[in-house]
């Protein structure tokens, strides 16, 4: 039972940060030398604070490890730590790496091809609209969504990668026994049972907001680059913009209206040297490990079935979301008449309304 691996899940379990066990790695070499020291030499590390030697010293018995593993065991959570060879190998080199990471379902191998997309929790149907559409191309090329599970873009960009039979992994800013937010319940299931969870905080850690800028390193470590769809001027999705930029990853910002609240922190990433999101391309342009893959041609639509106005609306409405008064003024055509086309052509499946009028295709 006394190994190195489990002794470093064991100081997690206590509230030991990675950067601390690092530090007593290199003191000890072998951790389990610092299961076996006496707590006089434990109480003399400079390393460490008052607290955390408590801890140490308190939860250091077997019966503790035991029950951990145990219950850890019990609740079909499995543990990687930095000695396991299914580490992810992307998480290896950045800073202040997790030296344990609980998860539900299995990083795989494939999901070094990843992206994470982030942005705004109170998303606008533009940001909902373009998030769903690079997650269903980035999707379609075989490329893993990284995102954080949270409310807004994360969700939208998870629930549009199982729609589209993707793999997506959802990193937590709590323990994987929390489900945060509530409303995602469901989809915290669904990405463990398709996809992976995953989170450094273990059993019992409740989502504090300290624990999400912390944990958007990982979001961004998994990747080979991220996307910011919208994200206001002080924004947590900023943050993990900024951990990617560190790791030398590359920043794609959706460009937005400089008069949406929303938009103010992706038009400022933009401004300050991350890559405007206009296509797919400016992705596979840019993340060399991506520019092999096959790019999967835009999607045609059948048109038989339709009559020539149908047809002259769709057109429009292809190019993006857009209201249903400027379909007007574009098509030159009676509003009454483009207000029947859009019913029609939603009932047939073929657009759906976003919010305010807005329409887009389907």
């Known amino acids: 039972m006394i190994s190195e691996r489990n002794i470093l899940i064991w100081l997690n379990s206590i509230g030991i940060s990675s950067k601390k066990i690092e530090d007593l790695k290199e003191i000890y070499t072998d951790l389990c030398n610092l299961w076996h020291d006496n707590e006089r030499s434990i109480s003399k590390l400079n390393i460490l604070n008052d607290n955390m030697v408590y801890k140490i010293n308190k939860y250091r018995n077997n019966k503790y490890l035991e029950n951990l593993l145990l219950n850890l065991e019990r609740n079909n959570i499995n543990t990687i730590t930095v000695l396991d060879a299914e580490y992810p190998k992307d998480l290896l080199n950045i800073t202040n790496k997790p030296m344990v990471l609980y998860t539900k379902g299995k990083y795989k191998d494939e999901d070094h091809f990843a992206i994470s997309i982030v942005g705004s929790r109170k998303a606008t149907a533009y940001g909902k609209w373009a998030c769903?559409?690079?997650?269903?191309?980035?999707?379609?090329?075989?490329?893993?969504?990284?995102?954080?599970?949270?409310?807004?873009?994360?969700?939208?960009?998870?629930?549009?990668?199982?729609?589209?039979?993707?793999?997506?992994?959802?990193?937590?800013?709590?323990?994987?026994?929390?489900?945060?937010?509530?409303?995602?319940?469901?989809?915290?299931?669904?990405?463990?049972?398709?996809?992976?969870?995953?989170?450094?905080?273990?059993?019992?850690?409740?989502?504090?907001?300290?624990?999400?800028?912390?944990?958007?390193?990982?979001?961004?470590?998994?990747?080979?680059?991220?996307?910011?769809?919208?994200?206001?001027?002080?924004?947590?999705?900023?943050?993990?913009?900024?951990?990617?930029?560190?790791?030398?990853?590359?920043?794609?910002?959706?460009?937005g209206n400089i008069n949406s609240i929303y938009s103010q922190g992706t038009n400022r990433l933009i401004r300050d040297g991350a890559k405007p999101l206009l296509c797919l391309d400016d992705i596979l342009e840019e993340v060399y490990e991506l520019t092999q893959m096959k790019i999967n041609k835009k999607q045609e639509y059948d048109y038989s079935s339709l009559s020539d106005d149908e047809i002259k609306i769709m057109k429009i409405i292809s190019n993006g979301p857009i209201h249903a008064d400027t379909i007007v003024l574009q098509s030159e055509m009676d509003i009454s008449n483009v207000m029947s086309i859009l019913t029609i052509l939603e009932l047939k499946g073929m657009i759906r309304e976003l919010s305010g009028r807005i329409f887009c295709c389907c």
């Open 132 to 255: 769903e559409k690079f997650t269903k191309e980035l999707v379609e090329l075989g490329i893993t969504i990284v995102s954080g599970l949270a409310m807004g873009i994360d969700t939208v960009a998870h629930k549009a990668t199982l729609e589209n039979r993707g793999r997506t992994i959802g990193v937590l800013g709590n323990g994987i026994d929390y489900i945060y937010p509530k409303n995602n319940y469901q989809l915290y299931r669904d990405v463990a049972e398709k996809g992976c969870l995953m989170t450094e905080f273990p059993m019992g850690t409740k989502p504090i907001n300290y624990n999400f800028p912390q944990r958007n390193r990982i979001i961004s470590g998994l990747s080979l680059g991220v996307i910011v769809i919208e994200a206001r001027e002080k924004s947590g999705s900023l943050i993990t913009a900024h951990h990617a930029l560190e790791q030398g990853k590359d920043v794609f910002a959706l460009p």
